[in-house]
């Protein structure tokens, strides 16, 4: 079992077409601020980001905001948090949230949130890092796109390994119950040699 003492979730700052997405929130909100499991996220103060940080501090639990200068002057950040900490970049935003965080998990969101997932899905296939990544399937939201991960699979771009570590459910019981009994699946050390010879092989 693994020592899980935040994670970092990454969601809309919309609620989205489908209530569920709402209820997802905030059950998983409530199950980390329960289980004494910090919040870290984007630190926002609309959408799903808000329900889930709600969720959370309402069940006595600690949340920490991280977000850049330039949305704080838009006036959608959630300041009244314990925690918040300002950044100079989307880019210092990541590594300070993965710096804070035990593992990740994206809810159903937007362009930032694909972006936020894959970035800490690239660190681990780098072994920059190895923490739980999830996705929260609620409603079915991410079928398509894990389709989609097994054509790159298919296709010989992302390694069977790295695509076994993505740990995917729609419950978020059951998916906290994955992340924290995940166990790595490493991959063999010569496959940048098996590349080369495959890269040589085409030439």
Known sequence: MRTIKSICVFCGSSPGADPEFTRAARELGRLLGKNGITLVYGGSNIGLMRVIADACLAEGGHVIGVMPQGLIDREVAYTELKEFHI??????????MAELSD??????GGIGTLDEIFEAMSWNQL???DKPVALLNTAGFYDQLVDFLRLTVDQRFVRPEHFTNLLVHGNPGELLNLITS???VKVDSKWIDDLKEQTKSRM
């Open 87 to 96: 950044v100079e970049s989307m880019s210092i935003r990541k590594e300070k």
């Open 103 to 108: 593992a990740f998990i994206a809810m159903p």
């Open 127 to 129: 072994e920059i890092m």
């Open 182 to 184: 995940h166990v790595t």
